[in-house]
């Protein structure tokens, strides 16, 4: 029988614990980084000179429609105040009916008719859908599927980025575009082919070749190539250079790595072959972009494709259900982190799309929700796909502008207010740019490599990057996403969740980053392997134990949750959990392991370590939301992270951009409920034209704020 006195004495202890604990988690923790805030100065590229700052658009298909309803679709746009529209990506059978016949006068007529209603073009390349007689005289510019089928045409995206012949064609329909539009005043940029960003490859002979001669040019010989796959495994060794397969299904992790590289090094050279030959003819005002897929697309590494582009446009579509802000934050942040500078979204869904499993539309009030997100996130460009659909094709009941009556559906209202405000309000927004405090660092290396070894079906990279930035924007209410070979001075806080590749290079670059003074974190499986996808001859975080002063000594996939518990809270790990080890004496431990499989009871889970001018942090596991929130909390803390706006309630969306006239707030209410916001002091309401100090918000509601004292 327990005694009551036993009973007392240990809810005494527990509360002097909980007292001791509270008070060691709030103690003030050294700054590490004083970081401003300041904005660079130059007009982001994706502001077009000559053009309003904040651009509202819808994708038009002229080549679908009898030229005499041209003029009503362009007067329609101009009345809801759309400034620009993407044509032609799709139209190589209008521009080129036979092999080397090119017209075009049809599109100089749109384009003019387009200039009159002051809509500007963006013209796309229409290389992601080649005509029949093409891939009919040259059946080779068609793709092989990996089971050795060729593709049959009628669908998009047939064509073969590594066949030359198709690259010929390709090169040659740019180049009559660019030469006959490359000085046009309405064509204000290039969009390459469409979302390539699928990065589909052919599995011929062709690319097996071309794949043998890339790992020619980056081993030059077979041993070092068979040492760094470590190839007498099973026999793999290669005597020859043709002797090497393209990798289908499970293969050496070294050779599927230098494969998606090669997928990367094809999908660059397929859109350098039309970059150049639109540079050569068309003016530098002109911009070359791409319309990327979001975070969730990894065919290829997108830092190495968007390089040679003046900027990144995405496409971004919710498909079922409603706008997430922080998964299409994570999108937004990670394309913005691309080149590191402003975006467009090239293509957003009108109320519905026609592909998901439930193709719900968005709420009343929705779109224009998502629209100004967009802007808070960073984009300075937002386009509809599509005006209007055509009356036959794949994509008929796709959610459009205007119906197949050709008059406006009932979101156009709400898309034309929208419009307006972002013209009525582009000159606060001229020059603003997201500027963050706090990075996630994310790696295309390191994400194939986990999910070809995942270990657990339950490791989820995409969950445990949610989690961090869902923590983390709550605390700083503005975040990058960036690659971990990136400047990564102007962050206090720099977290990694799953950096499983940490060469040697790359791990001088993070220690440099924290002994100048920021806080770098690493989550679970970091500093696993070279950049070869090879284990490293040691522990993790690798090269980065001895600035950490620990290591792991043993990881772990769980088969359920475990406690986990310490200086900053107690809660649940699960997933993944690795046994920590401290060398350092100035090491310290922040979470342990309670009861589990015996090898972690009791081992440190969390721990970090100041080095240099900073702190270097390692959390082993995967915790739990409130773990998380309060792991979050000391590390921005422990970083000296300040909100950019300021405190809300739940379910408010706070971003910030940041110009030479100050800072520009954008808020939403994504929550179902009215909500009210005090602002840390007055500020001017752009929308309503006055100054306030409290502001009411309903269900998606918006406000735009103003502080020119804020830099
Ligand atoms: C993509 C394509 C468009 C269209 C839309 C439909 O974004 O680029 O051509 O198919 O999807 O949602």
């Not at 010929?168 to 740019?174: L, P, S, T, W």
């Not at 490293?536 to 518990?565: D, F």
């Not at 590390?635 to 000296?640: F, G, I, T, V």
Request: hydrophobic share 40%; charged share 20%.
């Amino acid at each position: 029988m327990r005694s009551p006195f036993r009973i007392c004495t240990v809810l005494i202890a527990v509360l002097v614990l909980i007292g001791a604990l509270s008070l060691y988690a709030q103690r003030p923790l050294p700054a590490l980084k004083m970081v401003s805030a300041d904005s660079n100065a130059q007009t982001p590229r994706t502001q077009l000179p000559g053009h309003n700052a904040l651009l509202m658009g819808a994708d038009w298909y002229p080549e679908q429609w009898p030229e005499e309803r041209w003029e009503t679709d362009l007067r329609m746009m101009e009345a809801a105040h759309l400034d620009v529209s993407r044509i032609a990506e799709f139209a190589w059978s209008r521009m080129e009916p036979s092999e080397g016949h090119y017209d075009f006068a049809w599109l100089e007529r749109a384009i003019r008719l387009a200039e009159k209603h002051h809509v500007a073009i963006v013209l796309g390349t229409p290389t992601a859908a080649p005509p029949a007689w093409l891939t009919q005289k040259y059946p080779e510019t068609l793709r092989v599927e990996p089971d050795g089928q060729r593709v049959t045409h009628g669908m998009r995206a047939h064509g073969s980025v590594t066949s030359a012949k198709y690259r010929e064609f390709c090169r040659r329909i740019a180049e009559e575009m660019a030469k006959r539009f490359g000085h046009d005043p309405n064509v204000v940029g290039w969009q390459i082919d469409n979302e390539y960003g699928y990065a589909l490859m052919s599995y011929n002979e062709e690319a097996r070749r071309q794949f043998q001669d890339w790992l020619k040019a980056k081993y030059k010989t077979l041993d070092a190539l068979n040492e760094h796959w470590t190839t007498f495994y099973w026999s793999q060794t290669y005597d020859n250079w043709d002797e090497i397969p393209i990798p289908m299904g499970e293969h050496n992790p070294g050779l599927l790595l230098d494969w998606k590289h090669f997928v990367t090094y094809a999908w660059a050279g397929y859109q350098q072959n039309q970059i150049d030959a639109i540079r050569a003819h068309a003016d530098p005002r002109q911009f070359i972009t791409g319309n990327f897929m979001g975070y969730g697309f990894n065919g290829f590494d997108h830092y190495i494709v968007t390089k040679p582009l003046t900027l990144v446009a995405w496409d971004d579509y919710v498909g079922t259900g409603h706008l997430d802000p922080d998964a299409n934050g994570i999108s937004h942040d990670a394309m913005r982190g691309l080149k590191r500078e402003n975006i467009w979204v090239i293509e957003t869904q009108p109320g519905a799309v026609n592909w998901s499993h439930l193709n719900n539309a968005l709420n009343k009030g929705e779109t224009r929700a998502m629209a100004w997100h967009d802007i808070g996130h960073g984009a300075d460009e937002v386009s509809y796909w599509q005006w209007r659909s055509a009356l036959n094709g794949q994509e008929e009941i796709h959610g459009t502008l205007v119906g197949p009556d050709g008059k406006g559906v009932p979101l156009l209202e709400e898309v034309a207010q929208t419009a307006k405000e972002f013209a009525d309000l582009q000159n606060a927004f001229r020059d603003t740019r997201v500027v963050s405090q706090v990075a996630l660092l994310s790696d295309y290396d390191s994400r194939w490599a986990i999910d070809w070894q995942r270990h657990t079906e339950k490791y989820d990279q995409f969950a445990i990057l949610k989690s961090y930035y869902h923590a983390l924007r709550k605390l700083s209410q503005s975040m990058d996403i960036v690659s971990p070979d990136a400047p990564l001075d102007s962050y206090k806080l720099v977290v990694a969740p799953d950096l499983y590749l940490i060469p040697k290079e790359r791990a001088a670059h993070l220690a440099a980053y924290v002994k100048n003074g920021g806080h770098l974190v690493l989550g679970p499986r970091s500093g696993m392997k070279d950049e070869f996808n090879a284990l490293l001859p040691i522990r993790q975080p690798g090269y980065l134990a001895e600035p950490l002063g620990g290591q792991v000594e043993q990881y772990y996939a769980m088969e359920k949750a475990v406690p986990v518990n310490g200086s900053l809270g107690s809660g649940e790990a699960s997933v993944w959990a690795e046994w920590l080890k401290t060398s350092a004496p100035d090491a310290e431990v922040l979470l342990r392991y309670g009861r589990s499989n015996g090898w972690l009871d009791g081992q440190p889970a969390v721990i970090t370590r100041p080095y240099g001018r900073g702190r270097i942090t390692y959390i082993g596991t995967v915790l739990d939301d409130k773990l998380m929130q309060a792991t979050a909390e000391w590390m921005s803390k422990a970083s000296d992270v300040t909100l950019a706006f300021g405190a809300v309630p739940d379910g408010i969306e706070a971003s910030r951009r940041v110009g030479p006239n100050g800072a520009m707030y954008v808020l939403i209410n994504w929550s179902a409920e009215g909500q009210s916001v005090t602002l840390p002091h007055a500020m001017q309401s752009l929308l309503e034209q006055r100054e306030v100090t409290q502001i009411q918000l309903p269900q998606y509601g918006v406000a735009i704020l103003s502080d020119p004292s804020k830099h």
